[in-house]
């Protein structure tokens, strides 16, 4: 253990020249495996570079060898090129070093030789600067001197570099940099920055050197830089000009931010979101109190005209336009989370499933529609209404990214957050989840594409051919269920919307379809109605009157409270709007439940705010906004046949 943890280079060898042990610096120099090379020849496992003419290096190193086992006495070698071969994975070619090597003898008790240690020092960095007519030792000796430096140079956990100015040769580097850049110490040192491709744009650099020349020091300059691999990183690199031994250096300490950049990035992808989402929204719920009072009043005139009229006709175009703009104001405020939502526990597998044979007809026969669903499926708490839509806006999406053909991909999966993907993603909560991947071979998008494509109106699509709201709907569903939704996408590679819910430990539940419960629109039942605006309220009171019922009428909840408190006969169903001034819909039914105990509630609105949202946690009646009158009449004769047959 201690051999093979000792921080120098050693092989031990056979008479014979066989590798018997190694230690484990010297594999690491030397690219290679224990298991791959004790037991073989040395030559065998070190051969010349055959790229190398004059390579010499196993020709010496026999000859030193053979002196050993004849003189039976250490033998030191001038420095050697000896090129080291790379792992296959790294592409197995040749890699250019410089050794300096000792062979020295172990003798038995009865002088004869029983192995040889190969000792070397690599020595490749000092030969590349000398060649560059650097003298590194003089260099780092002077770096050296310094006991305190070195221990901070070493220790510091940003990458520091120190390299020549005139041509960015590096000649120290930490470990830091190392682990930041992935390249191995032997792979940096004697070269410069532009040889390893570090600069994503050459002209940083010179930026750099202009205003070291200019001011001495540098501050926080943003750039760019390559890994090995070739991963594009952000950095802030400080510099200081000084000089070392005669030669003017860098000494350069940058920060990798990139983790920070992508985190400010998605900030502000959120605070954009949120605050188109709210003036998205309130815009929205005017417009839903607009379009109630423009439907009713068409139907209300379409019911006093014959069906052959051209008034009739005149209406149904109105009632035609009023239901399109109904249709934007749902997707608006689906996008700005303000929709109602009816959340239940509910399986996706079954709603991929039953929407997979509604969307093989809308993408066409030229696009191979896959689905990879798994078994063991987690629930999710969701309007399942809902999540089928987001389905089927996705597939839209994708049949018009793929207008030659391609696959379509549904995949569900369980899968677990941990706090390291929370940590690059401080949008979600760890835990488990359910994902949700929709995937095609389209033609994907740029960067600038992928940073609008939930942005209310954004359309890459010819004009006429879509309203830019498709995936907007989507981004707010989702987030209104409490999931995230990413983009990831290359153009020409296709694209997939990965969307996570967290998992609900519960088993899903399976609707009870209302049908069949409601055989007549008419009612002669006490209705308490409560709405603060003033056109939305007279037409509702109307369809109301018209349609049998007694209405008690309120403009605001503190009225709606006096009448409860002041009508001497039955109230049967309280009507209210959910948002009005003072008191919301909620708070106002709490009250007059303590009043009117038996009353029941239909709640109307075209948004919940997030103050409200508590409300629809529950299994209460809901009538989104705008409602037609039969929808109105349907849901009052639902809740109160539901209530008759109950009892």
């Known amino acids: 253990m201690l051999f093979q943890s000792a921080p120098d280079l050693y092989l031990v060898l056979s008479p014979d020249l066989k590798i018997v042990a190694v230690s484990d610096a010297y594999l690491r120099a030397t690219l290679t495996n224990r298991t791959e090379i004790v037991g073989r020849g040395i030559f065998e496992v070190f051969p010349d570079n055959p790229d190398d003419p004059e390579a010499s290096g196993v020709s010496n190193l026999q000859s030193s060898l053979d002196r050993v086992r004849q003189y039976k006495l250490a033998d030191t070698m001038a420095v050697q090129k000896y090129d080291i071969r790379k792992p296959e994975a790294e592409g197995g070619e040749f890699e250019e070093r410089h050794w300096s090597p000792v062979n020295s003898p172990v003798l038995g008790l009865d002088g004869q030789l029983q192995y040889i240690i190969h000792s070397v020092k690599d020595v ?11 003298d590194q030792q003089k260099l780092v000796q002077e770096l050296r001197g310094e006991e305190r430096f070195r221990k901070a140079f070493n220790a510091n956990p940003e990458p520091i570099s120190i390299a020549t100015i005139s041509e960015g040769r590096y000649i120290d580097v930490n470990e830091s940099f190392l682990q930041v850049t992935g390249y191995r110490r032997e792979e940096v040192i004697g070269r410069t920055s532009i040889e390893l491709d570090f600069w994503e744009c050459p002209e940083d650099r010179a930026q750099l050197i202009e205003k070291l020349v200019k001011h001495g ?12 691999k070739g991963e594009k990183r952000t ?8 000089e070392i031994a005669g030669q003017m250096c860098v000494f350069a300490i940058f920060k990798d931010v990139t983790d920070q950049k992508i985190l400010e990035k998605q900030l502000r992808q959120a605070q954009k979101m949120e605050a188109i989402g709210q003036l998205s929204g309130g815009i929205a719920h005017d417009f839903n109190n607009l379009l109630c009072v423009i439907l009713g009043y068409c139907e209300a005139i379409e019911g006093q005209l014959p069906s052959a009229s051209s008034l009739f006709k005149d209406c149904e175009q109105i ?3 009023g239901e399109r703009a ?20 509910m399986d ?12 093989r007809p809308l993408i066409g026969a030229n696009i191979n529609l896959c689905t990879a669903l798994d078994t063991s499926l987690g629930s999710i708490k969701a309007d399942r209404g809902q999540i089928e839509q987001v389905i089927m806006n996705l597939a839209v999406n994708a049949r018009d990214a793929m207008p030659q053909g391609g696959h379509l991909t549904i995949e569900t999966a369980n899968v677990e957050l941990d706090e390291e993907y929370v940590r690059q993603h401080p949008q979600h909560k760890s835990g488990p989840h359910v994902l949700l991947s929709v995937s095609d071979t389209g033609t994907g998008m740029d960067a600038d594409t992928q940073a609008r494509i939930f942005d209310p109106f954004f359309t890459t699509k010819e004009l006429g051919r879509g309203t830019g709201l498709g995936l907007s709907t989507v981004y707010g569903v989702v987030r209104q269920s409490d999931g995230h939704i990413w983009v990831y996408s290359e153009l020409g590679h296709g694209t997939t919307f990965k969307i996570y819910f967290p998992r609900v430990d519960k088993p899903a ?5 209302s049908a069949g419960i409601v055989r007549t629109m008419h009612g002669s039942e006490t209705i308490l109605l409560v709405e603060d605006d003033e056109p939305l309220r007279r037409l509702t009171l109307r369809i109301l009157k018209e349609n049998g019922y007694d209405v008690l009428e309120a403009e605001h909840p503190q009225k709606a409270i006096q009448i409860a408190q002041q009508h001497s006969g039955a109230i049967h169903l309280l009507l209210t709007d959910v948002i009005m001034p003072e008191i919301d819909g909620r708070s106002l039914a709490e009250k007059l439940s303590q009043l009117r105990p038996n009353m029941l509630v239909v709640y109307m609105s075209g948004y919940t705010e997030f103050a409200h949202r508590e409300l629809f946690d529950f299994d209460v009646n809901l009538l989104p906004k705008p ?6 009449l349907g849901k009052l004769r639902e809740v109160l046949a539901l209530d008759t047959i109950l009892k």
């Open 627 to 632: 409602f037609t009158r039969d929808s109105l």
């Open 348 to 359: 996706l597998n079954a709603a991929v499933l039953d929407m997979e044979k509604m969307l």
């Open 217 to 228: 020091s540098v501050r926080d300059m943003e750039f760019t830089f390559r890994t090995k």
């Open 509 to 513: 539940k399976t609707e009870i379809p």
């Open 235 to 242: 950095g802030l690199d400080s510099a200081e000009a000084i």
């Open 124 to 134: 490749t960095d000092i030969v590349r600067l000398e060649k560059r007519g650097i």
């Open 319 to 321: 009632k035609k336009a």
């Open 326 to 345: 109904a249709s934007l104001t749902r997707q608006l405020l689906a996008f700005s989370r303000q929709q109602i939502l009816e959340r239940r526990v």
